[in-house]
């Protein structure tokens, strides 16, 4: 696997060392699929994303809700990873 920078931070917190720990992988470019999804899996942690050039080309794991998945479609997320596809079978009907 190939070495690039991460940053770990915590989302839905109100402070550090509480919420979600969110694992933020940078120049991810160089990263395969596979890679990502191994790196996440390794982890363990409830959120990654994976920052492939700055500003742009953000990965999205976690996404486990029609909700979720229409805001993606909405923010124009160039792809995304979830546990349950069909979350966005139903985003995209409603």
Do not use: C
């Amino acid at each position: 696997m190939a070495t690039n920078p991460v940053h770990i931070v915590d989302v839905f917190a109100q402070g550090k060392y509480t919420g979600n720990q969110l694992a933020v992988v940078h120049e991810a470019a160089n990263l395969s699929t596979d890679e990502m999804l191994a790196f996440t899996r390794e982890t363990n942690f409830s959120e990654a994303t994976f920052i492939e050039t700055a500003g742009r080309d953000v990965i999205v794991y976690t996404i486990d809700s029609w909700q979720e998945a229409r805001q993606s479609l909405e923010l124009n997320v160039d792809e995304v990873i979830v546990n349950y596809p069909s979350v966005f079978d139903f985003a995209t009907e409603i």
